[in-house]
């Protein structure tokens, strides 16, 4: 994080640093000075107006003069980066409308000041999370997501959009629920679940719209693929297609609770038809393995990923699942003897294929198995 201070809009368009900061008391206390003084010069000189004790050029000369000191201390006050709006509409109302332009600046005042927010702004809080020299890549960023210009690819991570809708405006929300509805993948499903809880009723209409999309379109993905099967029964491509779709959406949370259930039904059975198929092939057991083990059948789960481990070329990638079946299905001696054959290297904390809270545990694990 940058270790600027936090300056106001205008701070940051002269300094280059784009961080919110809430109004000060004294900020408030000053246009309230220069208001009330606002209010009395032009008190003044309307009274001058009505006693006619001068001459038309002295008394636009007088409110000139005046307005010239109001807009000197508008200036002034407003370069600090406080209430900019609020002191031009105060200098301009006083210098064209004199009196009535002063008492509509009181009344801004007053609304602004009991309208303020101590919150900050989606783009603000966005903006604070960079350093200064990464505020244009964030605010590029920030516009692809509000302009809907922005694509999610294999390496965009679901956490930065649900961080996201956590502190984001409801303008903001929304354009990243059409933005995920858009480039709907089942691991994005969450952000379409917490829109669906949101506290504004347009998010969670959004997001109920945006639900049904993304189910049309995966009943007529199935359709498509069944259709390609139909036509070619031994294509074993298709068949794996259709069973990762129904793996895909059997845990997100967006269908129906029967449709899911459905779904896990449906790709255990293409995945059974895939492996009589090609029974060399270690995929459709180590999937079957994983939607098991996610059922919480973990004798069952451990039972099939033995079986892909037995296919498969990568080891690790598949006895990384096994180890985790086994652990939840108590086989703690078999949990030891895995991390042993297929993990010796967990000391070393390195491992492409596991990340490093499973290397730290494997490691207990292999220092605590028996000599």
């Not at 779904?263 to 198929?277: G, I, S």
């Amino acid at each position: 994080m940058s270790n600027h201070r936090p300056t106001s809009t205008l701070s940051a368009s002269l300094k280059g640093d784009n961080v919110y900061v809430a109004r000060p008391l004294s900020s408030y206390v000053w246009i309230l000075l220069i208001t009330i003084l606002a209010l009395a010069l032009s008190g003044l000189v309307a009274f001058a107006f009505a006693r006619t004790a001068f001459s038309w050029p002295e008394l636009a000369g007088l409110h000139l003069t005046s307005a010239c000191l109001i807009g000197l201390l508008c200036y002034w006050r407003a370069s600090r980066g406080f209430f900019i709006r609020e002191y031009c509409v105060l200098g301009f109302g006083y210098l064209l409308c004199g009196f009535l332009g002063t008492a509509g600046s009181v009344l801004l005042v007053t609304v602004s000041f009991f309208t303020r927010s101590d919150k900050w702004r989606f783009r603000d809080w966005y903006i604070a999370l960079f350093p200064a020299d990464h505020a244009t890549s964030a605010e590029e960023l920030y516009g692809q997501i509000i302009s809907g210009s922005r694509a999610i690819g294999p390496e965009h991570s679901v956490t930065v959009y649900t961080d996201l809708m956590q502190e984001a405006e409801t303008e903001e929300k929304l354009a990243i629920v059409t933005l995920v509805s858009r480039y709907f993948r089942p691991d994005f499903a969450n952000v379409i679940v917490m829109a669906m809880n949101d506290q504004d009723p347009t998010v969670r209409v959004l997001a109920a719209s945006a639900k049904a999309r993304i189910e049309n379109r995966f009943l007529t993905n199935v359709l498509k693929i069944q259709e390609t099967i139909r036509q070619n029964p031994d294509n074993f491509d298709g068949k794996m297609a259709l069973a990762t779709l129904y793996d895909d959406y059997a845990f997100t949370g967006l269908l129906d609770r029967e449709r899911e259930i459905e779904n896990r039904k449906m790709a255990l059975e293409t995945y059974e038809q895939c492996r009589k198929d090609r029974p060399d092939d270690a995929i459709p057991p180590y999937r079957i393995g994983r939607i098991l083990n996610q059922q919480r059948d973990y004798q069952g789960a451990a039972r099939l990923f033995e079986v892909a481990l037995n296919l498969s070329t990568d080891k690790q990638a598949i006895a990384s699942w096994l180890i985790e079946a086994n652990y939840n299905a108590k086989n703690y001696d078999r949990v030891r003897d895995l991390i042993a054959r297929h993990f010796p290297e967990t000391t070393t904390g390195k491992n492409p294929v596991v990340s490093p809270f499973r290397l730290d545990s494997m490691a207990l694990w292999q220092k605590g198995s028996p000599q």
